[in-house]
């Protein structure tokens, strides 16, 4: 069955360092997105890219990266720079406007 | 810019109950309408959507009408079951804009008892 996979589901964080949430989808789209999601303020969206090889900020870009080299994947490194990184981060993807996000099942990060 | 206002919660009815969470939108083009559905620990899943002023989204005894007028998308359902318990997120998508980025809002938590 066609999806988005994220891993790990929980990820342990120490100061100071850099960490890696996966995201792989099998389902042939073309956009994939990072969300962050904190209680009580819904989500906000930290990259997204259209295409492979392209990517843009989104509302809280500062401190993570992200790249596209693959149309399945769409890794987002949490850096050192990010001073409050403890959320649950969710990947998403659709292939046009109107079919909807596909959503992951999350990735809970915490720092130690 | 766009955005989307959802009702505050925690809503909570008893089961059998008939269920309204409020969501307004603001959007300068002509958007998709949806809402979405998480789960204690998982992500979110698409419930209903609507594409054009007066469609009717529908799933699983879930309704909501797209309504261009009052720029509202609420969601209803008419008997609630303890499994519906979860958090409900309304969200709209600009098909204008090319980016294929979706606006959410808050979340409303809904909390359903036996």
């Known amino acids: 069955d066609g999806g988005i996979t994220q891993s790990p589901k929980y990820l342990f964080r120490k100061e100071g360092q850099n960490v890696t949430l996966s995201c792989e989808q099998n389902?042939?789209?073309?956009?994939m997105y990072w969300y962050r999601q904190d209680p009580g303020q819904g989500l906000r969206l930290i990259y997204y890219s259209q295409i492979v090889n392209d990517f843009q900020k989104g509302d809280i870009a500062e401190g993570y990266s992200v790249s596209r080299e693959k149309k399945e994947s769409f890794p987002l490194t949490v850096t050192s720079a990010q001073k409050n990184p403890t959320a649950f981060y969710l990947c998403?993807?659709?292939?046009?406007?109107?079919?909807?996000?596909?959503f992951g099942s999350g990735t809970r990060l915490t720092v130690v | 810019g766009d955005s989307v206002t959802q009702m505050e919660g925690p809503v909570t009815l008893s089961e059998e109950a008939f269920l309204t969470i409020n969501c307004t939108y603001t959007?300068?083009?002509?958007?998709?309408l949806f809402w979405y559905v998480q789960y204690p620990g998982e992500g979110l899943q698409l419930l209903l959507k609507?594409?054009?002023?007066?469609d009717k989204g529908s799933n699983k005894g879930f309704e909501a009408t797209y309504r261009k007028e009052t720029t509202s998308f609420h969601l209803e359902k008419g008997s609630v079951q303890v499994s519906d318990s979860a958090v409900y997120f309304c969200a709209l998508s600009d098909a204008n804009s090319g980016t294929y980025k979706y606006i959410f809002g808050t979340g409303t938590r809904l909390k359903v008892l036996a």
């Open positions: 998403a993807s659709t292939a046009r406007t109107n079919y909807g996000y596909t």
């Open positions: 959007a300068t083009g002509y958007p998709s």
């Open positions: 609507a594409t054009k002023a007066d």
């Open positions: 389902l042939n789209h073309d956009a």
